[in-house]
Structures are given as structure tokens and as C-alpha cells.
């Protein structure tokens, strides 16, 4: 029996919007009937891209995932998986010997903690990372090398579940070419070869993982509690992971027509359950985070860009670096909002979303799911409360999972016919080639502190942070000229950055010029008064130029902020020596001698009083 005039006009309305199994549920009629249709009334090529887009439709996603083996996945992708593993050592191997950097020498080479187990609850929540820290120094001490292992072993992990979930959720052409690109995309950097950035790239994996062990649980229970235990993982290592949940919804709704009649929703319960009570507690650190940003970080949060013009910045800005990945840096400074570059930004993100929109409303909605991930993954570092920068390369880990998702639905098409399929490989192994050589680059940067400034300074040209940085680089080749022009510029930049008083302060110091030094020293604790280094280097001025009571002031306060600095107390007591105050003189210098009792001047003096 043929279709009426009505049922015509509905499939022709409906058949670019909804898939075929679903219009013919709602028209009552078997799908071989409008097949048959559709083949008479369309051109040959055109009905069979067609029925090849439903055949790769996710309407066969129960299917698939009651077939699907992990064991036998991995074992039938042996190879591809070795390969995968090469090209992660390969294109991040030259990283690996790098320096401590940034964030690394306070966290790991300075911290005086990491050796005690108590050093893995002090963050709780956040426990996973700091036990991972604490194990890689119980076992190998404070070696770079170890601490940089994790994080490859976290990007292999994250690269491999990528290919599995794509090959799930897709087709495994689509998963391989998504994951060869991930493995080597030098927008990933900063997550991977910088110690401190690897909880970025080591919650990603888990959820991922979380992600496919959800999918699994269709088949068998039991790995619902592998998706839970993940995604526990996963917040214990970044708060950023309670994006899970939306995640999961995203998906749900984006495969409905498979996963909504399964009461996929009961399975959202816990894991919501789970990210609320997460979300409610982060909000309650917010004002002490904006305390922490203003005081220690120097930023004035009340000049936050408005919430509605930083998402288009952030995904425009995003999506310009996975696609031309040059302009890579810690810091990116030069985030305009304003000018052609805004229009640009803009744009781009327009462009991303109008498209999601229509693959939602299409018969292909569930190819929405890859922008909607890109998109929810960076919901809390796009958060209206001014707590994050508004880009760092480090935060779009886990987005660049679904971004890259869509550019590999365009390549895999050169693989479905026999005579394009050299081009396809030739094009892919080219890509992979070119990307790998920049994350190669890129790794040289992130050598040493000297590489790292260096390199930000061509890209970042307004961040105060950087010319701090460059500052110290100067002093350290003893440039002081430039050194001073450097800390100078970082404070025209931010006029309240108290670490470059302090540093601009130090370099007078070495000079001799004891006024300017104590001027800068003075208005850094004018901005922060924690910064104990600047109590401890103005007591040393004082006491060169015999400020007696001075230095004793400034060195009660660095007692007072870091009492357990050992040699604050010998320190004292010379202090109080000179200026006739010998009990209390005795006092401190029975202390310092108690904590080294081979330092032979204290023990002079010792006698002497």
C-alpha cells in the first residue's frame, strides 16, 4: 500500500529533521515502505548517501553496545593501539626532561609538605592528585621525569577512550581519525608536558571513561558502577569534572530516540545528585577564591569582562587555536574585547552554534552531542563569577575531545570509497605529521623557565605576569638595566602587582641603592602584606644600614607570617645583639643553635654573652 498525499508531504517535511525510523512511527507505517518512496522519487546517488547517513545513525546504538566488547575491541585494535602509544611518546618525549615550571616549584620543588601522607588530604576534596604527587616522590623523589610520566599515561588513557567512545557512538573510521588527532594536537600542551596542568588532561580520562562505562551499563549493570567510580575519580581530581552530569544529559537527549526509551534518566539521578552537592560546595569557595585572586594574584575582579561578551571571546578564541594552533602561551593576554579581533572571536562562535542548532533539529541530532560536549565541558571555567582566566589552553582538554570529532566525520568520507582511500590516509598521516611537529616545538618551550617566558613574550605582549617573568630572567643573566624595565613594565600593566615591587625592590637591593629598594619592598606589603620573602629582605636592609629597630620589626612580622623559616631565629638574634638587647639576643641564639648546632659564629657569640 503506497503513501497518501498527506503522508508524502510529511515525509518530505520531516526526512532532513528526523531520522527515517522515527517519521515512519509516527505516520504508522512500516520504514521499508517510505525507503521504497524515497528511492523512486530521489536521484540514485542521493538516496544511497542517504541511506548510508541512517544506516550510520545511532538509531542501531542499543544494538551496537549489546554486541560490544572492550576486550575483544582492544584486541581486534591491538596495532592501532601501539600506535596511539608511540605517537603520545613520540611527539611528547622531548618534553619530558624539562624543568619544574610555574606553578611546579611552589606545588612540588619547594613544597616542604609533599613528603608527609597528610599532604594528600590537605586539598579535600581534592585527594586524587595530591596522592598521585605523593607517590611519585615516595617512590622516585623530586624528579621532573616521574611527575611528568603521569600525565602521559593519563593522555594515552584519554586518547584511547576517545577512540573507543567515537567508534561507539560513530563508526571507528570517524574514532580513529579522532583519536590520531587528539594524540598529537599541540593545542593539548600545556595539559600534558606542564606538571600542574596535568589534572586537566587526568580528569578528562576518567570522564571519558565515566562516559563509557555509562553506555556499557546498557548492556551490563555492573558498569554503572565503573562509570560512578570514575566519575568519583574525577572530581577528587579537579572540580571542573562536575560538568559530568551535563554531559550525560547531553548525550541522553542527543540519542533519544535509543537511550529515552530506555529510562535512561533513573541512571542521571546519581551522578546529578552527585555534581549538585559538588556544585553547592564550590560556590561556597567563591568569594574566598575572589579574596585569593585579589590578594595573591592581583586582580581586580570587579573589571571582569561581562559573562555574555567572555563566551563568545573564550569559544571563538578556542576554537581559532585547534584549528590554527600557532599563537600557543601560558598566558593569553591579548584577549580583545573590542576591534576586528572581537568580531572575529564572535563570529566563530556564532558559526558553531547556529550549526549545533541545526544538527539538533536535523535527522542527524545526534551529532550535536560532539559540540554540545566541547561546549558543557568549559561551563565551569565560563562562569559568571570572574574566577578563571578567560582563556588558558589547559581548560579546553576535555573540550577538544568533541570538537575534534567533526572535522574526522569530513575526513573519514574520503574513506568510503575504495579509489580515495590513499587520499584519505595520505591527507590524515599529513595532519598527524604537521600537528606532532608543533607539539614538538611547543615542547622545547616548555624546557625551562627561560624558554617559557621567552616564547610567551612574542604572544603575550600585555600580560604583567610574563614581563614579572622576564624580569627575573634578566636578573638572573645579571641584565639588571633590563631587569628593571621589565618589573617596571609588568607594574604599568597592573599597577597592584606586589610581586614586581618586590622583585624590582630586590634589584636595587643588589645594586646598593637602599632607598628605591626599600620604597618598592614597602609598597609590595602596601599590596600584600603575606609576601614574607619582602619582610626578610627588608630586615636585611635595615641591618645593612645599621636600622637596628627597623630590621627587628620586619623580621618579628616574617616570624610572625613564616615561623618556621630556621634561620629567622639567628637572624633575631643578631639583630638583638646590636642593638644591646643580649637577653633576648640569647634567646633566639640558643634557638638557631639548637637548630644547627655547627654554626660556629653563633657559638662565638654565644660565649661572649
Request: net charge positive; proline share 4%.
Amino acid at each position: 500500500m503506497g503513501l497518501t498525499k498527506k503522508e508524502k508531504k510529511y515525509l518530505k517535511e520531516s526526512v532532513k529533521k528526523k531520522p527515517l525510523v522515527e517519521i515512519a512511527q509516527d505516520l504508522g507505517v512500516k520504514k521499508e515502505v517510505l525507503e521504497e518512496y524515497l528511492g523512486r522519487i530521489w536521484r540514485a546517488d542521493k538516496f544511497e548517501d542517504f541511506m548510508s547517513s541512517q544506516k550510520e545513525s545511532n538509531q542501531a546504538l542499543l544494538t551496537k553496545i549489546s554486541k560490544f566488547s572492550l576486550k575483544t575491541f582492544f584486541r581486534d585494535s591491538l596495532g592501532l593501539i601501539i600506535l596511539l602509544a608511540f605517537l603520545v611518546i613520540a611527539v611528547y618525549g622531548n618534553g619530558l626532561n624539562g624543568e619544574f615550571l610555574s606553578d611546579d616549584i611552589a606545588a612540588i620543588a619547594q613544597n616542604q609538605n609533599l613528603d608527609k601522607p597528610a599532604y594528600i588530604i590537605q586539598g579535600f576534596p581534592i585527594v586524587f592528585r595530591p596522592l598521585i604527587y605523593f607517590l611519585t616522590n615516595l617512590v622516585f623523589g623530586r624528579n621532573p621525569i616521574a611527575f611528568r610520566i603521569p600525565n602521559l599515561l593519563f593522555h594515552f588513557l584519554a586518547t584511547s577512550g576517545l577512540l573507543v567512545l567515537v567508534s561507539l557512538l560513530l563508526d571507528k573510521t570517524v574514532g580513529v581519525i579522532s583519536a590520531l588527532i587528539f594524540a598529537v594536537h599541540p593545542l593539548l600542551v600545556e595539559s600534558v608536558t606542564w606538571i600542574s596542568g596535568g589534572g586537566y588532561s587526568q580528569y578528562a580520562a576518567l570522564l571519558v571513561w565515566a562516559t563509557i562505562f555509562y553506555l556499557l551499563s546498557f548492556k551490563d549493570k555492573h558498569y554503572y558502577w565503573f562509570c560512578l567510580i570514575s566519575f568519583l575519580l574525577a572530581l577528587a581530581t579537579s572540580e571542573k569534572a562536575m560538568a559530568f552530569p551535563f554531559l550525560l544529559l547531553a548525550l541522553v537527549i542527543t540519542h533519544w530516540q535509543d537511550l529515552g526509551k530506555n529510562k535512561s534518566w533513573q541512571k542521571l539521578i546519581i551522578p546529578f545528585s552527585i555534581g549538585l552537592v559538588w556544585i553547592g560546595f564550590y560556590l561556597t569557595k567563591v568569594p574566598q577564591r575572589l579574596s585569593e585572586l585579589e590578594t595573591n594574584y592581583y586582580q581586580d575582579t570587579s573589571k571582569t569582562p561581562s559573562f555574555f561578551m567572555k563566551i563568545p571571546v573564550a569559544i571563538g578564541s578556542y576554537l581559532l587555536l585547534f584549528f590554527w594552533p600557532q599563537k600557543l602561551t601560558l598566558y593569553h593576554s591579548e584577549t580583545i574585547f573590542s576591534g576586528e579581533k572581537f568580531i572575529i572571536l564572535t563570529s566563530l562562535f556564532f558559526v558553531l552554534l547556529i550549526f549545533s542548532l541545526y544538527l539538533f533539529f536535523s535527522r542527524k541530532r545526534q551529532l550535536s552531542f560532539w559540540p554540545a560536549w566541547f561546549g558543557l565541558s568549559l561551563a565551569p571555567v565560563l562562569s559568571p563569577f570572574g574566577i578563571s582566566w578567560v582563556v588558558a589552553e589547559r581548560y579546553v582538554y576535555l573540550g577538544i575531545m568533541g570538537l575534534v570529532v567533526l572535522p574526522s566525520l569530513l575526513i573519514a568520507k574520503f574513506f568510503k570509497k575504495e579509489s580515495l582511500k590513499p587520499l584519505g590516509v595520505a591527507f590524515v598521516s599529513l595532519l598527524v605529521i604537521a600537528l606532532g611537529i608543533r607539539t614538538i616545538v611547543r615542547n622545547v618551550d616548555w624546557k625551562n623557565q627561560d624558554n617559557l617566558w621567552l616564547a610567551a613574550a612574542k604572544t603575550s605582549p600585555s600580560s604583567p605576569q610574563n614581563h614579572n617573568n622576564l624580569g627575573d630572567l634578566w636578573a638572573r643573566r645579571g641584565d639588571f638595566d633590563q631587569a628593571i624595565k621589565e618589573f617596571e613594565t609588568a607594574i604599568a600593566l597592573n599597577p597592584r602587582y606586589a610581586d614586581a615591587y618586590h622583585n624590582l625592590a630586590n634589584i636595587y637591593q643588589q645594586r646598593g641603592d637602599w632607598e628605591q629598594a626599600l620604597e618598592n619592598y614597602q609598597k609590595a606589603i602596601e599590596i600584600n602584606p603575606n609576601i614574607w620573602q619582602t619582610y626578610q629582605n627588608m630586615a636585611a636592609v635595615y641591618f645593612e644600614i645599621g636600622e637596628f629597630e627597623k630590621a627587628k620589626e620586619a623580621a618579628l612580622k616574617l616570624l610572625e607570617i613564616n615561623p618556621g623559616l630556621p634561620y629567622i631565629y639567628r637572624n633575631l638574634g643578631l639583630i638583638y645583639y646590636n642593638l644591646g638587647q643580649l637577653e633576648e639576643a640569647k634567646k633566639y641564639l640558643e634557638a638557631a643553635l639548637q637548630i644547627n648546632p655547627q654554626d660556629e659564629e653563633i657559638t662565638q657569640l654565644l660565649l661572649k654573652l
